[in-house]
C-alpha cells in the first residue's frame, strides 16, 4: 500500500481529482490511498497565515517554513529528512526542482511507501523546506504554474500506474523511457474513410509485417519533427 499526503493551501482544487481511471481504481483495490491536507491546519496565529515578505526584500511573499515543519512532523512522524526511513519521501514540487521524468516516477513506485507531496505558492517557498525536509525537490517542466497543485496531481498519475496491480503497470515494462525511446506510431480505428479522410491502405490490408514497418517508420519521423531531443540517446 502506498500512501500519498498532499500538502497545499487550496485542498478542494484535489476534490475530484483522483476519481477518474486508474487512480480511482487503484484506490479502490486499496493499493493506494490519498489524503489532502490543509496547510493552515497548522497555522497557529489568529489569521492562519501561511505566508510572509522575504527577508533581504522583494516582490510577492514566501510560503512560511514553520507550518511546514509541522505538517510533516505530524503527517511523517518525523522532523527531519535525515530521520525518515528510506521508503519515506518527501517531495517538494517548485520550478526549482529536477525535472519529472519516467525513471524518476518509476523510482518512487518503486522505492516509496510514503510520499508526501508539498505544494509551493506565491513566489516561493522558504528555503529551509528544501533544505531540511524534503528528500526530493520537482518540476513537472519548464513553464510557470500558479502552484505545486498540478504538478501533484501529474505526480500521484504517473506513479499510481506504475504500481504493481494497476493497470498500466503491465503494459509498460519499459519504465526508463517510452518504450524504445520514440513517441508512439499513429493508430487509427473505424470508419475507415471519414469524410474523405483515409485511413493508410497499409493498415487495412493486413500485412503484419508490412504494417511493423510502417509504424517504425512513422514512430521515427514523428519523433525527429516533434521530439528530435529524444533520438540524440535512443539506439534506433
Ligand atoms: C521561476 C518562477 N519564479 C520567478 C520569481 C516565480 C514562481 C512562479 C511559479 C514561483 C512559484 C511558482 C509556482 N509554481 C510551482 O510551484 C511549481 C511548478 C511550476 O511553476 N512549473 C513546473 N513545475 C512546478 S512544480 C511547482
Redesign the pocket.
Known amino acids: 500500500m502506498l500512501r500519498f499526503d498532499v500538502i497545499t493551501i487550496f485542498p478542494d482544487f484535489f476534490r475530484e481529482a483522483f476519481d477518474y481511471g486508474i487512480t480511482r481504481r487503484a484506490l479502490a483495490a486499496g493499493l493506494v490511498e490519498t489524503k489532502v491536507h490543509d496547510l493552515r491546519h497548522w497555522c497557529t496565529d489568529k489569521h492562519r497565515t501561511v505566508d510572509d515578505r522575504p527577508f533581504g526584500g522583494g516582490d510577492g511573499m514566501v510560503l512560511k517554513a514553520d507550518p511546514i515543519f509541522a505538517a510533516i512532523n505530524d503527517i511523517t512522524g518525523f522532523r527531519r529528512r535525515g530521520d525518515y526511513p528510506k521508503d519515506t519521501r518527501v517531495v517538494l514540487?517548485?520550478?526549482q526542482?529536477l525535472v519529472f521524468t519516467q525513471s524518476l516516477a518509476a523510482d518512487l513506485a518503486t522505492i516509496a511507501s510514503q510520499i508526501v507531496l508539498i505544494?509551493?505558492?506565491?513566489?516561493?517557498v522558504d528555503e529551509r523546506v528544501a533544505e531540511a525536509l524534503a528528500t526530493d525537490e520537482?518540476?513537472?517542466?519548464d513553464?510557470?504554474?500558479?502552484?505545486?497543485e498540478p504538478?501533484a496531481v501529474v505526480v500521484v498519475d504517473a506513479v499510481v500506474r506504475l504500481l504493481p496491480g494497476a493497470l498500466g503497470s503491465e503494459t509498460s515494462a519499459t519504465y526508463e523511457s517510452f518504450s524504445d525511446g520514440l513517441l508512439d506510431y499513429p493508430q487509427y480505428t473505424r470508419p475507415p474513410n471519414l469524410e474523405g479522410l483515409h485511413v493508410p491502405d497499409v493498415l487495412l490490408k493486413g500485412n503484419h509485417a508490412e504494417i511493423a514497418r510502417w509504424r517504425r517508420e512513422e514512430a521515427l519521423k514523428k519523433t525527429e519533427r516533434n521530439r528530435p531531443d529524444l533520438l540524440k540517446d535512443s539506439q534506433v
Open positions: 514540487l517548485s520550478p526542482g505544494c509551493g505558492r506565491y513566489e516561493g520537482i518540476s513537472i517542466g513553464y510557470v504554474l500558479s502552484g505545486g504538478a
